[in-house]
Protein backbone atom coordinates (compact mmCIF):
# COMPACT_ATOMS: atom_id res chain seq x y z
CA UNK A 1 0.00 0.00 0.00
CA UNK A 2 2.70 2.21 0.81
CA UNK A 3 4.34 2.97 -2.67
CA UNK A 4 0.94 3.75 -4.51
CA UNK A 5 3.11 4.36 -7.76
CA UNK A 6 6.40 3.42 -8.33
CA UNK A 7 7.03 6.43 -10.15
CA UNK A 8 6.86 8.62 -7.25
CA UNK A 9 8.64 6.95 -5.06
CA UNK A 10 11.66 6.86 -7.92
CA UNK A 11 12.19 10.98 -7.68
CA UNK A 12 11.77 11.52 -4.15
CA UNK A 13 15.81 10.52 -4.00
CA UNK A 14 18.26 12.32 -1.78
CA UNK A 15 20.01 14.71 -2.61
CA UNK A 16 17.43 16.34 -4.90
CA UNK A 17 17.83 19.76 -7.23
CA UNK A 18 15.10 22.19 -8.39
CA UNK A 19 16.32 25.12 -11.01
CA UNK A 20 14.97 28.33 -11.83
CA UNK A 21 12.00 28.02 -13.40
CA UNK A 22 10.60 31.26 -14.77
CA UNK A 23 6.65 31.59 -14.67
CA UNK A 24 4.43 29.22 -12.72
CA UNK A 25 0.72 28.43 -14.37
CA UNK A 26 -1.67 25.87 -13.97
CA UNK A 27 -5.00 24.53 -12.11
CA UNK A 28 -3.85 21.62 -9.51
CA UNK A 29 -5.23 19.44 -6.89
CA UNK A 30 -2.93 19.64 -3.85
CA UNK A 31 -3.83 16.25 -1.85
CA UNK A 32 -5.58 15.99 1.57
CA UNK A 33 -5.04 17.62 5.10
CA UNK A 34 -3.01 15.95 6.74
CA UNK A 35 -4.78 16.87 10.21
CA UNK A 36 -8.12 15.84 8.77
CA UNK A 37 -6.90 12.75 7.33
CA UNK A 38 -5.67 11.55 10.64
CA UNK A 39 -8.37 12.01 12.55
CA UNK A 40 -10.84 10.03 9.97
CA UNK A 41 -9.41 7.10 10.23
CA UNK A 42 -9.09 7.53 13.79
CA UNK A 43 -12.48 8.77 14.72
CA UNK A 44 -13.82 5.84 11.43
CA UNK A 45 -11.83 3.60 13.94
CA UNK A 46 -13.31 4.48 17.12
CA UNK A 47 -16.94 4.78 15.66
CA UNK A 48 -19.77 2.27 15.52
CA UNK A 49 -20.84 1.53 11.52
CA UNK A 50 -18.75 2.12 8.35
CA UNK A 51 -17.22 5.25 7.92
CA UNK A 52 -16.58 6.50 4.07
CA UNK A 53 -13.41 9.00 3.07
CA UNK A 54 -12.87 10.70 0.26
CA UNK A 55 -9.92 12.91 -0.73
CA UNK A 56 -7.85 11.11 2.12
CA UNK A 57 -4.09 11.99 2.14
CA UNK A 58 -2.24 8.84 1.26
CA UNK A 59 0.90 9.96 2.26
CA UNK A 60 3.50 8.15 4.90
CA UNK A 61 2.30 9.20 8.02
CA UNK A 62 -1.28 8.71 7.30
CA UNK A 63 -0.31 5.29 6.17
CA UNK A 64 0.60 5.33 9.62
CA UNK A 65 -2.16 6.26 11.31
CA UNK A 66 -4.07 3.52 9.44
CA UNK A 67 -1.53 1.05 10.32
CA UNK A 68 -1.81 1.40 13.95
CA UNK A 69 -6.10 1.55 13.71
CA UNK A 70 -5.59 -1.94 12.35
CA UNK A 71 -3.26 -3.31 14.77
CA UNK A 72 -5.86 -2.26 17.26
CA UNK A 73 -8.51 -4.12 14.99
CA UNK A 74 -10.08 -1.47 12.88
CA UNK A 75 -10.61 -2.80 9.19
CA UNK A 76 -9.47 0.02 6.70
CA UNK A 77 -9.39 -0.50 3.15
CA UNK A 78 -9.17 1.19 -0.26
CA UNK A 79 -11.77 0.75 -2.40
CA UNK A 80 -11.18 0.58 -6.64
CA UNK A 81 -13.22 3.69 -6.32
CA UNK A 82 -10.58 5.81 -4.45
CA UNK A 83 -12.47 5.66 -1.74
CA UNK A 84 -11.30 4.83 1.86
CA UNK A 85 -13.83 2.36 4.23
CA UNK A 86 -13.29 2.22 7.77
CA UNK A 87 -15.21 -0.35 9.75
CA UNK A 88 -15.00 1.12 13.86
CA UNK A 89 -15.89 -1.11 16.75
CA UNK A 90 -17.22 1.60 19.05
CA UNK A 91 -14.99 3.32 21.78
CA UNK A 92 -13.90 1.17 24.24
CA UNK A 93 -13.22 -1.35 21.95
CA UNK A 94 -10.13 -1.14 20.71
CA UNK A 95 -7.39 -4.67 20.95
CA UNK A 96 -4.38 -4.08 22.30
CA UNK A 97 -1.54 -4.13 19.55
CA UNK A 98 1.03 -7.16 19.36
CA UNK A 99 3.50 -5.25 18.28
CA UNK A 100 5.21 -2.19 18.56
CA UNK A 101 3.54 0.66 16.62
CA UNK A 102 5.79 2.38 14.46
CA UNK A 103 4.84 5.81 13.55
CA UNK A 104 7.69 6.74 11.33
CA UNK A 105 7.63 10.65 10.97
CA UNK A 106 4.65 11.41 12.36
CA UNK A 107 4.02 13.96 15.81
CA UNK A 108 0.38 13.91 15.27
CA UNK A 109 -0.68 10.11 14.69
CA UNK A 110 1.16 9.48 17.79
CA UNK A 111 -0.15 12.31 20.48
CA UNK A 112 -3.31 11.72 18.93
CA UNK A 113 -3.15 7.55 19.46
CA UNK A 114 -1.86 8.12 23.23
CA UNK A 115 -4.93 9.63 24.09
CA UNK A 116 -7.15 7.23 22.78
CA UNK A 117 -4.94 4.49 24.35
CA UNK A 118 -4.94 6.55 27.40
CA UNK A 119 -8.91 5.70 27.97
CA UNK A 120 -8.52 1.52 26.45
CA UNK A 121 -7.28 -1.09 28.88
CA UNK A 122 -4.86 -1.78 26.65
CA UNK A 123 -1.11 -1.41 26.76
CA UNK A 124 0.96 0.04 23.49
CA UNK A 125 4.34 1.19 22.87
CA UNK A 126 4.90 3.52 20.44
CA UNK A 127 8.34 4.29 18.57
CA UNK A 128 9.43 6.40 15.47
CA UNK A 129 12.32 7.41 12.73
CA UNK A 130 14.92 9.62 14.67
CA UNK A 131 13.51 13.10 13.76
CA UNK A 132 10.39 11.11 15.77
CA UNK A 133 12.07 10.23 18.65
CA UNK A 134 13.70 13.20 19.73
CA UNK A 135 10.42 14.98 19.75
CA UNK A 136 9.26 15.83 23.04
CA UNK A 137 6.02 13.51 24.67
CA UNK A 138 5.87 15.08 27.78
CA UNK A 139 3.39 17.25 27.04
CA UNK A 140 0.66 14.69 26.52
CA UNK A 141 2.12 12.27 28.79
CA UNK A 142 1.12 14.91 32.37
CA UNK A 143 -2.73 15.32 31.53
CA UNK A 144 -2.75 11.59 30.64
CA UNK A 145 -1.35 10.66 33.36
CA UNK A 146 -3.72 12.94 35.48
CA UNK A 147 -6.13 11.04 33.79
CA UNK A 148 -4.93 7.31 34.99
CA UNK A 149 -2.67 6.08 32.16
CA UNK A 150 0.70 4.98 33.36
CA UNK A 151 4.30 5.75 31.03
CA UNK A 152 7.35 4.18 30.90
CA UNK A 153 9.34 6.58 28.36
CA UNK A 154 12.90 7.62 27.29
CA UNK A 155 13.97 10.70 29.22
CA UNK A 156 12.26 13.66 28.72
CA UNK A 157 9.28 11.62 27.70
CA UNK A 158 10.77 10.35 24.06
CA UNK A 159 10.07 7.78 22.09
CA UNK A 160 10.16 4.65 22.47
CA UNK A 161 7.69 4.45 25.13
CA UNK A 162 4.66 2.54 26.48
CA UNK A 163 1.38 3.11 27.38
CA UNK A 164 -0.85 1.19 29.73
CA UNK A 165 -4.29 2.95 29.05
CA UNK A 166 -7.28 2.41 31.95
CA UNK A 167 -10.68 1.01 31.51
CA UNK A 168 -11.60 3.76 34.00
CA UNK A 169 -10.09 7.04 33.26
CA UNK A 170 -10.86 10.36 34.59
CA UNK A 171 -12.61 13.68 33.58
CA UNK A 172 -10.25 15.95 34.16
CA UNK A 173 -9.74 19.73 33.41
CA UNK A 174 -6.66 21.07 31.88
CA UNK A 175 -5.15 24.45 30.87
CA UNK A 176 -2.85 23.95 27.95
CA UNK A 177 0.69 25.42 28.70
CA UNK A 178 1.69 25.75 24.63
CA UNK A 179 -0.93 26.36 22.14
CA UNK A 180 -0.91 22.83 20.32
CA UNK A 181 -3.81 21.64 18.67
CA UNK A 182 -2.20 17.94 19.13
CA UNK A 183 -2.17 17.68 22.71
CA UNK A 184 -5.91 19.52 23.30
CA UNK A 185 -7.15 16.60 20.66
CA UNK A 186 -5.52 13.87 22.82
CA UNK A 187 -6.80 15.26 26.03
CA UNK A 188 -10.72 15.31 24.51
CA UNK A 189 -10.38 12.15 22.52
CA UNK A 190 -8.86 10.21 26.59
CA UNK A 191 -12.22 12.25 27.44
CA UNK A 192 -14.32 10.42 25.22
CA UNK A 193 -14.00 7.14 27.72
CA UNK A 194 -13.83 9.15 30.78
CA UNK A 195 -16.33 9.36 33.90
CA UNK A 196 -17.61 12.91 33.66
CA UNK A 197 -16.59 15.65 31.68
CA UNK A 198 -13.36 16.74 30.65
CA UNK A 199 -12.13 20.23 29.55
CA UNK A 200 -9.13 21.82 27.79
CA UNK A 201 -8.97 25.60 28.30
CA UNK A 202 -6.77 27.38 25.07
CA UNK A 203 -5.75 30.51 25.26
CA UNK A 204 -4.46 30.56 21.94
CA UNK A 205 -6.91 29.51 19.32
CA UNK A 206 -5.01 26.08 17.79
CA UNK A 207 -6.52 24.38 14.45
CA UNK A 208 -10.25 23.22 16.22
CA UNK A 209 -10.34 19.87 12.94
CA UNK A 210 -10.89 17.46 16.10
CA UNK A 211 -13.88 19.68 17.51
CA UNK A 212 -15.42 20.25 13.91
CA UNK A 213 -15.27 16.51 13.04
CA UNK A 214 -16.06 14.83 16.36
CA UNK A 215 -19.26 16.75 15.77
CA UNK A 216 -19.77 15.40 12.50
CA UNK A 217 -19.52 11.78 14.23
CA UNK A 218 -22.61 13.07 15.92
CA UNK A 219 -20.43 13.99 19.44
CA UNK A 220 -21.50 16.57 21.80
CA UNK A 221 -18.66 18.97 22.05
CA UNK A 222 -19.54 22.46 23.50
CA UNK A 223 -17.14 25.74 23.87
CA UNK A 224 -17.56 28.04 25.87
CA UNK A 225 -15.02 30.83 27.21
CA UNK A 226 -14.02 31.49 30.17
CA UNK A 227 -13.54 35.10 32.57
CA UNK A 228 -9.57 35.62 30.96
CA UNK A 229 -11.27 35.47 27.44
CA UNK A 230 -9.59 31.58 26.69
CA UNK A 231 -11.79 28.43 25.22
CA UNK A 232 -12.68 26.17 27.26
CA UNK A 233 -13.35 22.84 25.22
CA UNK A 234 -15.38 20.19 26.69
CA UNK A 235 -16.01 16.68 25.79
CA UNK A 236 -18.43 14.41 28.09
CA UNK A 237 -17.69 10.72 28.53
CA UNK A 238 -19.62 7.72 27.11
CA UNK A 239 -21.14 9.09 23.91
CA UNK A 240 -21.10 6.86 20.83
CA UNK A 241 -19.24 7.79 17.53
CA UNK A 242 -21.92 7.34 14.56
CA UNK A 243 -20.35 6.44 11.12
CA UNK A 244 -20.57 9.04 8.67
CA UNK A 245 -19.20 10.44 5.02
CA UNK A 246 -15.80 12.30 5.10
CA UNK A 247 -14.96 14.75 1.97
CA UNK A 248 -11.64 15.76 3.44
CA UNK A 249 -10.43 18.99 1.53
CA UNK A 250 -7.08 19.95 -0.09
CA UNK A 251 -4.31 20.77 2.66
CA UNK A 252 -3.79 24.41 3.24
CA UNK A 253 -0.57 24.03 5.02
CA UNK A 254 0.68 21.78 1.59
CA UNK A 255 -0.89 24.38 -0.64
CA UNK A 256 1.11 27.04 0.72
CA UNK A 257 4.28 25.36 -1.50
CA UNK A 258 2.82 26.09 -4.78
CA UNK A 259 1.39 29.89 -3.73
CA UNK A 260 4.91 31.00 -2.76
CA UNK A 261 6.15 29.26 -5.69
CA UNK A 262 4.03 31.31 -7.48
CA UNK A 263 4.84 34.52 -5.85
CA UNK A 264 7.77 34.46 -6.04
CA UNK A 265 8.47 33.51 -9.75
CA UNK A 266 6.94 36.50 -11.41
CA UNK A 267 4.32 36.17 -14.39
CA UNK A 268 2.73 33.19 -12.21
CA UNK A 269 -1.23 32.50 -12.22
CA UNK A 270 -2.14 29.47 -10.65
CA UNK A 271 -5.59 27.82 -9.59
CA UNK A 272 -6.42 25.17 -6.39
CA UNK A 273 -9.39 23.99 -5.77
CA UNK A 274 -10.89 22.57 -2.91
CA UNK A 275 -8.39 23.93 -0.55
CA UNK A 276 -9.51 23.84 3.34
CA UNK A 277 -9.54 27.64 4.68
CA UNK A 278 -10.26 26.78 8.01
CA UNK A 279 -9.70 30.64 9.84
CA UNK A 280 -7.56 28.83 12.36
CA UNK A 281 -5.34 27.79 9.58
CA UNK A 282 -4.73 30.14 7.27
CA UNK A 283 -1.97 32.62 8.73
CA UNK A 284 0.03 31.88 6.01
CA UNK A 285 -2.71 33.50 3.56
CA UNK A 286 -3.46 36.40 5.55
CA UNK A 287 0.50 37.38 6.15
CA UNK A 288 1.60 36.89 2.36
CA UNK A 289 -1.45 39.56 1.55
CA UNK A 290 -0.34 41.99 3.81
CA UNK A 291 3.25 41.55 2.26
CA UNK A 292 1.39 42.75 -0.78
CA UNK A 293 0.70 39.24 -2.44
CA UNK A 294 -2.59 38.94 -4.91
CA UNK A 295 -4.92 36.05 -3.49
CA UNK A 296 -7.82 35.33 -4.09
CA UNK A 297 -10.59 32.64 -1.97
CA UNK A 298 -12.70 31.96 -4.47
CA UNK A 299 -15.86 29.69 -4.87
CA UNK A 300 -16.26 29.16 -1.10
CA UNK A 301 -18.26 26.91 0.67
CA UNK A 302 -18.38 23.98 3.81
CA UNK A 303 -17.96 20.31 3.79
CA UNK A 304 -18.47 18.06 6.51
CA UNK A 305 -18.05 21.12 8.80
CA UNK A 306 -15.30 22.98 7.41
CA UNK A 307 -14.45 26.06 5.27
CA UNK A 308 -13.19 25.41 1.73
CA UNK A 309 -12.08 27.59 -1.94
CA UNK A 310 -10.27 27.94 -4.75
CA UNK A 311 -7.15 29.46 -4.40
CA UNK A 312 -6.00 31.63 -7.00
CA UNK A 313 -2.70 33.31 -7.01
CA UNK A 314 -1.41 36.05 -9.23
CA UNK A 315 2.33 37.61 -9.21
CA UNK A 316 2.86 41.18 -9.27
CA UNK A 317 6.36 41.90 -8.61
CA UNK A 318 7.67 41.43 -5.48
CA UNK A 319 6.42 41.47 -1.53
CA UNK A 320 7.07 43.42 0.84
CA UNK A 321 8.52 42.71 4.30
CA UNK A 322 6.34 43.04 6.92
CA UNK A 323 5.80 42.34 10.75
CA UNK A 324 4.11 39.03 11.65
CA UNK A 325 1.66 39.40 14.90
CA UNK A 326 2.62 36.64 17.10
CA UNK A 327 -1.30 36.16 18.01
CA UNK A 328 -1.09 34.63 14.40
CA UNK A 329 1.62 32.19 15.27
CA UNK A 330 -0.84 28.88 15.80
CA UNK A 331 -2.58 29.47 12.84
CA UNK A 332 0.32 29.22 10.73
CA UNK A 333 2.91 27.29 13.26
CA UNK A 334 3.81 24.88 9.81
CA UNK A 335 3.99 27.63 7.06
CA UNK A 336 6.82 29.37 8.96
CA UNK A 337 9.59 27.61 6.57
CA UNK A 338 7.80 28.66 3.35
CA UNK A 339 6.77 32.05 4.40
CA UNK A 340 10.36 32.53 5.28
CA UNK A 341 11.54 31.26 1.72
CA UNK A 342 9.15 34.56 0.69
CA UNK A 343 10.78 36.84 2.91
CA UNK A 344 13.85 36.19 1.62
CA UNK A 345 12.72 37.42 -1.74
CA UNK A 346 10.58 40.15 -0.23
CA UNK A 347 11.39 43.86 -0.06
CA UNK A 348 12.63 45.33 3.25
CA UNK A 349 12.39 42.97 6.41
CA UNK A 350 10.25 40.97 7.86
CA UNK A 351 9.82 40.04 11.53
CA UNK A 352 8.54 36.99 12.53
CA UNK A 353 8.40 36.64 16.85
CA UNK A 354 6.56 33.74 19.14
CA UNK A 355 8.30 30.97 17.06
CA UNK A 356 9.26 28.56 20.36
CA UNK A 357 7.06 25.85 18.87
CA UNK A 358 9.27 25.43 16.24
CA UNK A 359 12.17 23.91 18.02
CA UNK A 360 10.56 20.91 18.50
CA UNK A 361 8.85 20.33 15.40
CA UNK A 362 9.83 17.65 12.35
CA UNK A 363 13.21 19.09 12.82
CA UNK A 364 14.57 22.70 14.80
CA UNK A 365 12.84 24.55 12.36
CA UNK A 366 14.39 27.82 12.89
CA UNK A 367 17.88 26.69 12.88
CA UNK A 368 17.18 24.56 9.34
CA UNK A 369 15.74 27.70 7.79
CA UNK A 370 18.32 30.02 9.20
CA UNK A 371 21.14 27.83 8.30
CA UNK A 372 19.78 26.97 5.05
CA UNK A 373 18.51 30.65 4.02
CA UNK A 374 22.35 32.23 5.00
CA UNK A 375 23.78 29.53 2.95
CA UNK A 376 21.84 30.54 -0.21
CA UNK A 377 22.90 34.29 0.79
CA UNK A 378 20.02 36.03 2.55
CA UNK A 379 20.65 38.30 5.05
CA UNK A 380 18.74 37.34 8.75
CA UNK A 381 19.43 37.19 12.34
CA UNK A 382 17.75 34.71 14.74
CA UNK A 383 17.14 34.42 18.27
CA UNK A 384 15.05 31.67 20.77
CA UNK A 385 12.12 32.23 19.41
CA UNK A 386 12.68 34.93 16.38
CA UNK A 387 13.90 35.20 13.26
CA UNK A 388 14.30 38.61 10.90
CA UNK A 389 14.68 38.47 7.06
CA UNK A 390 16.12 41.46 5.33
CA UNK A 391 15.43 41.16 2.15
CA UNK A 392 16.30 42.37 -1.58
CA UNK A 393 13.25 42.59 -3.33
CA UNK A 394 14.94 39.38 -5.24
CA UNK A 395 15.70 36.34 -5.02
CA UNK A 396 18.64 35.46 -3.51
CA UNK A 397 21.69 33.68 -4.62
CA UNK A 398 21.01 30.06 -3.93
CA UNK A 399 24.16 27.42 -5.16
CA UNK A 400 24.07 25.95 -1.61
CA UNK A 401 22.78 22.61 -0.43
CA UNK A 402 20.64 22.43 2.68
CA UNK A 403 20.50 19.91 5.31
CA UNK A 404 16.46 18.96 5.73
CA UNK A 405 16.93 16.91 8.75
CA UNK A 406 14.39 14.27 7.96
CA UNK A 407 12.22 17.35 7.75
CA UNK A 408 9.36 17.47 5.18
CA UNK A 409 8.32 21.31 5.33
CA UNK A 410 12.11 21.71 4.94
CA UNK A 411 12.73 19.86 2.23
CA UNK A 412 9.93 21.52 -0.10
CA UNK A 413 10.60 25.01 1.51
CA UNK A 414 14.06 25.44 0.13
CA UNK A 415 12.76 23.44 -3.38
CA UNK A 416 10.59 26.01 -3.84
CA UNK A 417 13.00 28.87 -3.18
CA UNK A 418 15.48 26.74 -5.62
CA UNK A 419 12.88 28.01 -8.55
CA UNK A 420 13.42 31.08 -8.29
CA UNK A 421 17.05 31.47 -7.11
CA UNK A 422 20.23 32.52 -9.75
CA UNK A 423 22.20 28.96 -8.96
CA UNK A 424 20.18 25.84 -8.56
CA UNK A 425 19.45 24.63 -4.38
CA UNK A 426 19.75 21.38 -3.63
CA UNK A 427 18.11 19.52 -0.53
CA UNK A 428 19.79 16.68 0.89
CA UNK A 429 17.23 14.44 1.28
CA UNK A 430 13.88 14.57 -0.49
CA UNK A 431 12.74 11.13 0.71
CA UNK A 432 10.48 12.66 3.58
CA UNK A 433 8.39 14.90 1.33
CA UNK A 434 6.17 11.26 0.71
CA UNK A 435 4.93 11.62 4.06
CA UNK A 436 2.80 15.00 3.65
CA UNK A 437 2.57 15.80 -0.10
CA UNK A 438 3.42 12.35 -1.83
CA UNK A 439 2.97 14.11 -5.42
CA UNK A 440 4.75 17.69 -4.53
CA UNK A 441 7.40 17.26 -7.63
CA UNK A 442 4.56 15.99 -10.11
CA UNK A 443 2.50 19.08 -9.41
CA UNK A 444 5.04 21.29 -8.96
CA UNK A 445 6.67 20.24 -12.36
CA UNK A 446 2.79 20.41 -14.33
CA UNK A 447 2.89 24.11 -13.12
CA UNK A 448 6.33 24.44 -14.76
CA UNK A 449 8.77 24.08 -12.28
CA UNK A 450 12.18 22.63 -12.79
CA UNK A 451 14.12 20.10 -11.14
CA UNK A 452 17.40 18.26 -12.08
CA UNK A 453 17.41 14.27 -11.16
CA UNK A 454 20.72 14.49 -12.34
CA UNK A 455 22.06 13.85 -9.03
C1 LIG B 1 -1.33 19.34 14.16
C2 LIG B 1 -1.04 20.30 15.10
C3 LIG B 1 0.20 21.10 15.06
C4 LIG B 1 0.89 21.03 13.70
C5 LIG B 1 0.94 19.64 13.18
C6 LIG B 1 -0.45 19.07 13.00
C7 LIG B 1 -2.59 18.57 14.29
O1 LIG B 1 1.11 20.58 16.03
O2 LIG B 1 2.19 21.57 13.81
O3 LIG B 1 1.61 19.60 11.93
O4 LIG B 1 -2.99 17.89 13.33
O5 LIG B 1 -3.22 18.65 15.36
P1 LIG B 1 1.12 21.12 17.55
O6 LIG B 1 -0.10 20.62 18.22
O7 LIG B 1 2.37 20.55 18.15
O8 LIG B 1 1.17 22.61 17.46
Redesign the pocket.
Known amino acids: MKNSTSSQTDIYTNPLTSKKSGSLHGTLRVPGD???S??ALMFGALAEDETMISGLLEGEDVYNTAAAMRAMGARIIKGEDGLWRCFGQGIGNLTEPSDVLNMGNS??ST??LMGIVAAHPITACFTGDKSLVNRPMG?VITPLEQMGATFLSRAGGRLPLAIKGTEDAKAITYKLP????????AILLAGLNARGTTTVIENHP??D??ENMLRHFGIQVTVEKTDANADAISITGGQRLLGCAIDVPADP?SAGFPVVAALINEGSDIHLPRVGINPRRIGLYETLIEMGADIVFDKKKIEAGEPIATISVKSTGSLKGITVPPERV?SM??EFPILAMAAACANGTTYMTGLA?LR??ESDRLLMVAQGLKACGVNLEMGDDWLTIHGTGKPPQGGATIETALDHRIAMSFLVLGTATEEPITIDDGSPIKTSFPNFIELMTEMGACFDFSN
Do not use: C, F, N, Y
Open positions: KSMHRGTRLRVASAQVKSTRHSSPIDEVK
